[in-house]
T-cell receptor
Framework: GAVVSQHPSRVICKSGTSVKIECRSLDFQATTMFWYRQFPKQSLMLMATSNEGSKATYEQGVEKDKFLINHASLTLSTLTVTSAHPEDSSFYIC??????????FGPGTRLLVL | GQNIDQPTEMTATEGAIVQINCTYQTSGFNGLFWYQQHAGEAPTFLSYNVLDGLEEKGRFSSFLSRSKGYSYLLLKELQMKDSASYLCAVRDGGFQKLVFGTGTRLLVSP
């Protein structure tokens, strides 16, 4: 299947700092990428849909000024968690949609805010 | 609204067959996906159904009935490595986004 990478895989930061997570589709062009958050033993919750060259569409309850999304190219989307707090600690997963309409997930980024 | 239901946990023994059900009520429908997720890892794609019927792929099969809002994932010849969470997801017709169920944790014992 298609390959999606995320970087970093794990990050620990202090409260109040910002963290940037990159999501790349390695062997296909993805006009649409999705960002999810998953808390322990819970399912994936969609945060936002990212379209190349346009503003992201955020789900209800997700603060767009806190979770900044940039989809600069057909293979790269970034999620920046601004002024992170302990409650933002979670597993963040991106996915990219291929032309075949299947979504492929990245390996995830585990964020711990102290 | 969106509602996707799956059993929370299931157990089965190695070599057996297990069926994981998923019922859904969504505002739009453009396909149903099954993903496998091991603890601490991202989901991996298993199957996709958009038309009614059975899709078979090796030890895994997935069935869809759109009129009943129902799908199941069938796992045959269970192996220990099949112990994982199985996520049912419906693609919203209008926005092409996936809405996930709560997931079913499957434990395969010897």
């Amino acid at each position: 299947g298609a390959v999606v990478s995320q970087h970093p895989s794990r990050v620990i930061c202090k409260s109040g700092t910002s963290v940037k997570i990159e999501c790349r589709s390695l062997d296909f062009q993805a006009t649409t990428m999705f960002w999810y958050r998953q808390f322990p033993k819970q399912s994936l919750m969609l945060m936002a849909t990212s379209n190349e060259g346009s503003k992201a569409t955020y789900e209800q309850g997700v603060e767009k000024d806190k979770f900044l999304i940039n989809h600069a190219s057909l293979t790269l989307s970034t999620l920046t968690v601004t002024s992170a707090h302990p409650e933002d600690s979670s597993f963040y997963i991106c996915s990219a949609r291929s032309l075949a309409e299947t979504q492929y997930f990245g390996p995830g980024t585990r964020l711990l805010v102290l | 609204g969106q509602n996707i239901d799956q059993p929370t946990e299931m157990t089965a023994t190695e070599g057996a067959i297990v069926q994981i059900n998923c019922t859904y009520q969504t505002s739009g429908f453009n396909g149903l996906f099954w993903y496998q997720q091991h603890a601490g890892e991202a989901p991996t794609f298993l199957s996709y159904n958009v038309l009614d019927g059975l899709e078979e792929k090796g030890r895994f099969s997935s069935f869809l009935s759109r009129s009943k809002g129902y799908s199941y994932l069938l796992l045959k010849e269970l192996q220990m490595k099949d112990s994982a969470s199985y996520l049912c997801a419906v693609r919203d017709g209008g926005f092409q986004k996936l809405v996930f169920g709560t997931g079913t944790r499957l434990l395969v014992s010897p």
